[in-house]
């Protein structure tokens, strides 16, 4: 009689194969052999399983095969799946056969010992089989998921925005600049905005999430120059209703997280309990206060200029909870934010700041709404009117006030997450100094 192969089944569903024969399709991360037993660390992207391989219960072939296993060996294992209450994943597997489908002639580059952050980003595209990019990873995933699921359950229409774009975005300094038939040049879309504010006088609630680019000479842990930014752009939206959307959205993603990625957490070393205070209200706090109080703590700051990254960290480590910044000077900021009728030396605005001190991960503000107003705004600050004209009209044709925001996708997974430097938190990241992987 024909015996019949195992079924391939993943190590995240293992539990359901108790004392059951099956196969595991992965790779090998480390193998100790001791006498006649041979202990492999596999894992199959979807978890981590040690097998068993005993002398004499093993086939033979394959035991003698195993000893000469390479790291990072692809390889199918057969064997039984046993309850092990000392093993990490609550199983181990008892190793009856293995094939190897491809044995690395070398050792793997990525070594058990302390490694660079430069070597490991030039190995990017092997580093990311680690249990670190590999929990990052998944939290970006997560939180890419419940995103979408927040704004696809309020009624939010996704309205994907150009990437080439042809007029700039809110300030020229940071735009990269592409070839474009014989048109002369495009440019790579910096933010989506101003074409969701068309979308949103069509349908209301919509929003965007995508690649953006900043051409940005910044070399900190807070900058790519590619990242993924989600834009929401609402009709009859004031800014007080702006900042309570956002708000809400953040709660909802934090909660997803602590109840969806408990072992990524876990695996990161994250402080739960700090994520845990993420709850409502979050605090607002005025522009004109924040650099009151600065001063006060020896910043060199003067009303009238953006914050700082360490004016950021300081204002967000005196919460336990992400803070609002609101009303920020006009001159600090983009051409189309509204002026605030209380104050015109102000706009309606808002940042948020995560809490532990990570700084900025969401900037907002209700829109211009009158057409003079911001053609004033487009002149002051020498854009080109005519590469406006359309945005313009909008103001034109039933201008009604709204407002939107924009959150990077990175910077909040690197706050999620508990980690220092945003470059970790993308699958490949671009910087100033780095295109490769
Ligand atoms: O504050 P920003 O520049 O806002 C806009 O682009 C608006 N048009 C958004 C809107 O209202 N629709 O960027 C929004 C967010 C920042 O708060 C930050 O989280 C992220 O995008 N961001 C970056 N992330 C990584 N690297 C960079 N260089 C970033 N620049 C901005
Ligand atoms: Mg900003």
Redesign the pocket.
């Known amino acids: 009689m024909k015996q019949s192969i195992p079924p391939i089944v993943t190590i995240a569903e293992i539990a359901n194969h108790q004392d059951q024969e099956i196969r595991i399709a992965g790779w090998l991360f480390n193998l100790r052999s001791k006498g006649k037993i041979h202990f492999l660390q596999l894992r199959d992207g979807t978890g981590r399983i040690q097998g068993v391989a005993v002398e004499g219960e093993c086939d033979p072939s394959s035991f003698q095969t195993i000893g000469d296993l390479k790291m990072e060996a692809s390889v199918l294992v057969t064997g039984r799946v046993r309850k092990d209450e000392r093993a990490p994943s609550g199983y181990e597997l008892t190793v009856s056969g293995l094939t190897v489908v491809q044995n690395p002639e070398e050792d793997y580059p990525i070594a058990k010992k302390e490694h660079g952050i430069d070597f490991l980003l030039e190995n990017r595209h092997l580093w990311l089989r680690s249990s670190l990019p590999g929990a990052l990873l998944r939290i970006r995933h997560q939180a890419i998921t419940s995103l979408r699921n927040f704004f696809n359950s309020r009624g939010f229409i996704l309205i994907d925005t150009p990437i080439l774009t042809g007029a700039i ?2 300030s020229a300094g ?1 735009l990269f600049e592409v070839p474009y038939f014989d048109m002369g040049n495009a440019y790579l879309a ?5 074409y ?1 504010e068309a979308a949103c006088m069509a349908f209301g609630k919509v929003f965007n999430f995508g690649p ?1 680019f ?1 051409a ?1 000479k ?1 070399k900190t842990r ?6 993924w ?1 989600l ?3 609402v009709a009859y939206l004031d800014n007080p209703g702006n900042l309570q959307l956002q708000e809400d959205m953040i709660c909802a993603l934090v909660e997803d997280i602590l109840s969806r990625c408990q072992e990524e957490l876990k695996t990161l070393g994250r402080d739960v309990g700090k994520l845990k205070k993420v709850t409502p209200p979050f605090p607002r706090l005025d522009y004109g206060e924040a650099i009151h109080w600065l001063q006060q703590q020896g910043h060199d700051i003067e009303w009238g200029s953006d914050l700082g990254a360490e004016d950021e960290t300081a204002v967000s480590n005196r919460y336990e909870k992400p803070v609002f910044v609101v009303n920020y000077p006009k001159k600090a900021k ?1 051409f ?1 934010m509204k002026e605030n009728p209380d104050n015109p030396e102000t706009v309606l605005c808002a ?2 700041l995560a809490s532990e001190g990570y700084g ?6 209700q829109r211009e709404d009158d057409h003079d107003k911001l053609l004033a705004r487009i002149h002051e600050e020498k854009l080109p009117e005519e590469a406006y004209t359309w945005y313009l009209q909008l103001r034109r044709f039933g201008s009604v006030p709204h407002s ?9 997974v690197t706050w999620l997450s508990g980690t220092h430097h ?1 470059r970790e938190a993308i699958p490949f990241p671009r910087t100033l100094s780095r295109l490769y992987p």
């Open positions: 975005g809110e940071t910096q933010t989506g905005q101003l969701l953006t900043r940005e910044s807070r900058h790519l120059t590619e990242f930014m834009e929401a752009e983009a189309y940042d948020l900025e991960i969401i900037g907002g503000s939107g925001f924009g959150i990077g996708l990175e910077r909040t945003i």
